[in-house]
């Protein structure tokens, strides 16, 4: 039998000015227990997805929910036969989610959550504006339907396009959504700063509405992007069919990978024409080692994921 991962996702806003100091100690909590992932640690909170035994997931979170600033820090957990990480980073940042305006704080401020249960209610609103916060490549897999996409590479865009385009819109009632719910929350505050009264965010995120609502009712369309090796989940939290490519890092769908442009593990229709010999014979190697390791059921750093920027 295929052994299943435990992968939790979790975040909070909170005021975390020694959050340098807790890299050492996840550090030697996630060895102890065996945890991969990426965890990001700023003086505005801590954002992470993470995967393990499902007992070392347990006791790894009861480690930072002693801390009375996270003891409420929500979490979402499915189980894979996949492998998601190869091992567990830790990053410093200036933001848990980076909007390149610190004076920005969900801790103090943000929209009004939304239950899963409610969403689509709210988008039956003709007076709403409902927006994509999330990068391009991730809204080419899947988003709501009539959902506004601000077609951003980065999360560091959001201010320009609220600035161009988002102003010039009659409608100020406005709802946001995303992966997990941190870019949302933190575009709801962003928002809310910038004259906006009515400003709603779906709880827990794209992730949430998955795991709750039932198929035949969602206003989903496609499959939602995830952060890890998995690539992509659909409703249930079930694995998708998205595959990553090698050679830009932008999500495939079935079209892709039947173009004679698509090569495994090392091109794709988007980036096949730019990539020259020597960068394919690279590729293919590496991507040959992926295989290797994953054979002799070993580790291997293998593609990069897409950094939630």
Not at 75 to 83: A, N, Q, W, Y
Not at 125 to 154: C, H, K, M, S, W
Request: overall charge negative; some cysteine; proline content about 5%.
């Amino acid at each position: 039998m295929t052994e299943q991962h435990s992968i939790l996702t979790f975040y909070q806003f909170a005021d975390f000015p020694e959050f340098e100091d807790w890299k050492p100690k996840l550090a030697d909590f996630g060895e102890k227990h065996g945890i991969l992932g990426t965890i990001i640690l700023a003086s505005e909170g801590i954002n992470a997805t993470i995967s393990g035994p499902e007992k070392g997931v347990e006791r790894f979170m009861k480690e930072i929910r002693n801390d009375p600033r996270f003891s409420k820090m929500p979490s979402r957990e499915c189980l894979s036969e996949r492998t998601t990480f190869y091992r567990l980073r830790i990053n410093l940042r200036k933001e848990i989610v980076t909007l390149g305006d610190p004076s920005i704080s969900p801790a103090k401020v943000a929209g009004k959550y939304v239950e899963p249960e409610d969403w689509n209610d709210l988008l039956e609103d003709p007076d709403v504006i409902l927006v994509d916060t999330r990068n391009d490549y991730e809204v080419a897999l899947g988003t709501f339907d009539g959902a506004q996409d601000p077609n951003t590479q980065t999360f560091r865009q959001w201010p320009k396009f609220v600035e161009e385009n988002l102003k010039k819109q009659d409608k100020r009632k406005v709802a946001m959504f995303c992966t997990g719910g941190i870019r949302c929350e933190k575009a709801s505050s962003h928002l809310l700063e910038n004259g906006y009264d009515e400003v709603y965010h779906l709880k827990g995120g794209i992730l949430n509405y998955l795991e709750k609502v039932d198929p035949d009712q969602s206003k989903w369309k496609g499959e939602c992007f995830l952060f890890d090796h998995r690539v992509s989940v659909t409703h249930g939290l079930k694995d998708g069919e998205a595959k990553l490519c090698f050679g830009c890092r932008w999500p495939l769908q079935k079209d892709d990978l039947r173009s004679p442009q698509y090569e495994e593990g090392v091109s794709c229709p988007r980036c096949s024409s730019s990539l020259n010999e020597e960068k394919r014979e690279s590729l293919r190697e590496r991507h040959k080692q992926v295989r290797l390791a994953e054979k002799r059921k070993s580790s291997h750093i293998g593609q990069k994921m897409p950094d939630l920027v």
